[in-house]
């Protein structure tokens, strides 16, 4: 009767934990349903930014720009700020700032001055960006795999709301300057309201980086290499670097297709205003569905498997895309920016799990650089594609042409990561054979 009691005693405290762990992971990714909030306005808004700045097109990438060099900054800072400072007290100064930031961009009139808000605006998002992946960890452990995906899930679903509030301002509004106005200004009412949320949650224990060298039992194993430890490190060091550059191409195409799919289905499909908002946000929406699918999916098939087949089906629709460019296919374009979407959706989250898969342990520094290396990239593929526009270079389908270019790019280097991973990975004992071993040695003793 004791041994039962203390049984249901122990069951308690774990259904309590995960209630308290479920409500940090709500929190955390209403949080993160705020930043891409924030973050998916500016691409349904931009030609309205350029006419409050008097700027051109080539003009506005500097925007992305802007934003992306403090972004990187703060996410380095960020990486030992959540080590020192409790996570949801800095979420909280991050949200409340990202907020003021929104409220203060349709103020704007000269483009230096918008640079210095969205600057302004890139460090406390990298801190939210930082937060929001590192804590989760930090919640679930080895379990993380479904809360990840349901923590980008919720970003993809603030970006693809975004838009969608844009438009309909701009269907109930006439004037372009009040439209930009009362934009941000919802946004910011929004994002604001979100900042306070964390504030009654616990935050998660922080924690150290882990010690490579550390023992694991049960579900934990350390599936280490036979061969010399330093040889074990240069592979580690060559695929966590090529992972990184990965993740590099990835987030700047992704984020690139957010920002200029509106401007280049209004310039070269002839789209209104509302209609190329309504595009942008079909393709932040599609992204957080494919998300929502790959939940479940995640589950059942590898990151190895995942990945191949959305790099395969991306390049398919981008090739769709720029061969019947001229044909100027309204419904095609609809369709392909759908699919589109849904084949990047699994990919950011998979390639996380990608070291785990090839023997790689992921750390939090590790987890930083592929976050800041992310960053790199969507700060400078929407300014090559702003550059590349000029009729002088390529013209309006830069967007396509270097988008798909780098998924290509990507291609190659997935077959590279999995060929020299695989190739230097060690055969390793199944899990479950390892635990029957485990038992049959308690047998004998």
């Known amino acids: 009767m004791l041994t039962i009691g203390k049984k249901h005693e122990t069951n308690k405290e774990d259904g309590e934990e995960s209630n308290k762990k479920r409500w940090q992971t709500l929190g955390i990714c209403v949080n993160y349903f705020s930043l891409g909030l924030a973050g998916g306005c500016i691409g349904p808004t931009l030609h309205q930014l350029e006419a409050k700045t008097t700027s051109s097109a080539d003009e506005m990438s500097l925007v992305f720009a802007s934003r992306g060099i403090p972004w990187i900054l703060g996410s380095i800072a960020a990486s030992r700020l959540y080590l020192k400072v409790r996570g949801h007290r800095l979420l909280w100064i991050s949200i409340f700032s990202i907020s003021i930031c929104m409220a203060l961009t349709p103020l704007m009139t000269n483009l230096w001055a918008l640079m210095t808000v969205s600057a302004l605006s890139g460090i406390f998002m990298s801190w939210v960006e930082v937060g929001v992946n590192t804590m989760v960890l930090w919640i679930w452990k080895e379990k993380v795999g479904p809360y990840m995906q349901l923590l980008h899930f919720s970003f993809g679903l603030g970006l693809g709301s975004s838009p969608f509030l844009v438009a309909a301002v701009m269907l109930v509004v006439s004037d372009s300057e009040s439209q930009l106005l009362i ?13 306070f949320f964390p504030l009654k949650l616990e935050s998660p224990p922080i924690e150290d980086e882990i010690d490579h060298n550390t023992q694991y039992t049960n579900t934990q194993i350390d599936f280490r290499f036979n061969h010399d430890t330093q040889t074990s490190k240069y592979r580690n060091l060559i695929l966590i670097i090529l992972v990184t550059i990965y993740l590099l191409l990835y987030g700047g195409a992704e984020n690139a297709f957010g920002g200029w799919i509106s401007s280049y289905a209004y310039d070269v499909y002839g789209f209104g205003e509302a209609d190329s908002a309504y595009l942008n946000s079909v393709f932040w929406g599609s992204l ?3 998300r929502l699918f790959s ?8 990151a190895k498997v995942l990945l191949i087949v959305d790099i395969c089906g991306s390049i398919s629709c981008l090739t769709i895309l720029l061969i019947y460019q001229e044909a100027k296919i309204k419904a095609l374009l609809w369709t392909c920016t759908i699919f589109f979407g849904v084949f990047m959706a699994p990919i950011f989250a998979s390639a996380f799990s990608v070291p ?9 520094t590790t987890a930083s650089a592929f976050l800041i290396s992310s960053g790199i990239g969507d700060m400078i ?4 594609i702003g550059w590349f526009i000029n009729p002088k270079l390529i013209g309006n389908s830069a967007l396509l042409v270097i988008v798909l270019s780098v998924f290509v790019a990507c291609l190659i280097l997935y077959v590279i990561i999995f060929s020299f991973g ?18 049959l040695e308690k047998y004998w003793e």
């Open 295 to 302: 939940i479940p999916l995640a589950t059942k098939i590898s």
């Open 356 to 364: 785990q898969e090839l023997q790689v342990k992921v750390t939090s």
């Open 288 to 290: 957080t569905l494919g």
């Open 381 to 384: 593929m929407p300014i090559f």
């Open 183 to 195: 934009s941000y200004f919802l946004i910011s009412i929004l994002v604001g309201v979100s900042a």
């Open 422 to 439: 695989i190739s230097t990975m060690d055969k390793r004992i199944n899990q479950v054979e390892l635990q029957g071993l485990i038992q």
